[in-house]
């Protein structure tokens, strides 16, 4: 018993890895990066808004491990290597890579009640949100994944969303480009196991509802509170009946990044209260 405990321990240890995480600034993402720091994970905070990215990554240096925090834009290929450089320079690796900067935007949504429909969206709109999440996703897994190649290892999670094969109301581009980044996480996975390493996996997150700032504008005018008639929606479309809680999601990342899972590459983890498992009747 004591020997196989001991093994056990060794497959969900992430003790002295590296993670780069996009969005490290945001609520999900910067809980995701506390986390990860507390089994001693060295974390590389990257995020469009540099002050919060700074905050995640003091936070981490707090419980004890190494982090930096890196300004970069997701969509901007020279700000993704630039980050790549720093980020290698100070750890020397990349173990870990979590796509997590993506979101919504008013201007990408349409909205019966003050006559927007589909056709009245402006198209920057639409490719605003679509880009933010797609290539926001694509580009650094194409910057960072080359110190995976020279590792022979490496991991990545990619964040997808419940409106990624039943697209939700309202959000044209987001579960467009959401269902994108689905088919992109099996396309990479088979792509470098095939041709690179069969150990660098590539698996996703499908998280259900959070209350965040980039839904605020969807389910609440205020991060937290509950009460609208798409909260009640959601809320009766979820089987338990409740909001996820950012922490919520750290028991699959740190599944999906360990070795535990091994032999799991291309598959998608939904963490969102059942869902996507309930038709709504
Ligand atoms: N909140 C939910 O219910 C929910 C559900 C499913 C999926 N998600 C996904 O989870 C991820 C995080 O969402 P969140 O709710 O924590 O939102 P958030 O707005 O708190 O975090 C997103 C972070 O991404 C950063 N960001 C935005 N554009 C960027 C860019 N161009 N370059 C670098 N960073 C950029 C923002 O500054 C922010 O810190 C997103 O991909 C989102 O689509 C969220």
Redesign the pocket.
């Known amino acids: 018993m004591g020997r196989s405990e001991l093994k056990l321990r060794e497959m969900f240890s992430l003790e002295g890895k590296t993670a780069v995480i ?9 809980t995701v990066a506390r986390g990860l720091a507390q089994l001693g994970v060295k974390i590389a905070a ?4 540099l002050e ?1 990215a700074e905050k995640t990554a003091r936070d981490v240096k707090e419980s004890g491990t190494d982090s930096l925090a890196v300004a ?4 901007n290929q020279e700000s993704v290597r630039n980050a790549y450089k720093a980020v290698v320079k100070k750890f020397g690796r990349v173990d870990i890579l979590i796509n ?5 935007h008013p201007r990408a949504l349409t909205n019966k009640e003050e006559g927007v429909y589909f056709h009245n969206l402006s198209p920057e709109g639409i490719k605003f949100v679509f880009d ?2 797609i290539l ?1 996703t694509v580009l650094p897994s194409l910057v960072f994944v080359e110190k995976m190649i020279e590792q022979k290892e490496g991991v990545i999670i990619n ?4 409106s990624a094969d039943t697209p939700l109301s309202r959000t044209v581009a ?1 579960s467009a480009a ?1 269902a994108a980044v689905s088919n992109f996480t099996k396309w990479l996975a088979a792509d470098l196991a095939m041709n690179h390493s069969p150990l660098i996996r590539v698996n996703e997150i ?10 605020a504008d969807l389910i609440n005018k205020t991060p937290g509170v509950l009460k609208s008639s798409r909260g009640q929606d959601i809320l009766g479309g979820t089987p338990m009946g409740r909001y ?1 809680k ?1 922490e919520e999601l750290l028991g699959g990342i740190v599944y999906l990044c360990s070795p535990s899972a091994s032999f799991t590459t291309g598959s998608s983890l939904a963490i969102d209260g059942g869902f996507g498992s309930f038709s709504g009747v």
Request: avoid cysteine.
């Open positions: 996009t969005g490290a600034g945001g609520i999900l993402f910067g990257l995020d469009l808004r919060e970069v834009d997701v969509l997590g900067a993506g979101g919504n933010l999440n926001g964040t997808s969303s419940m987001y959401k499908r998280p259900g509802f959070f209350p965040t700032l980039q839904n996820g950012p």
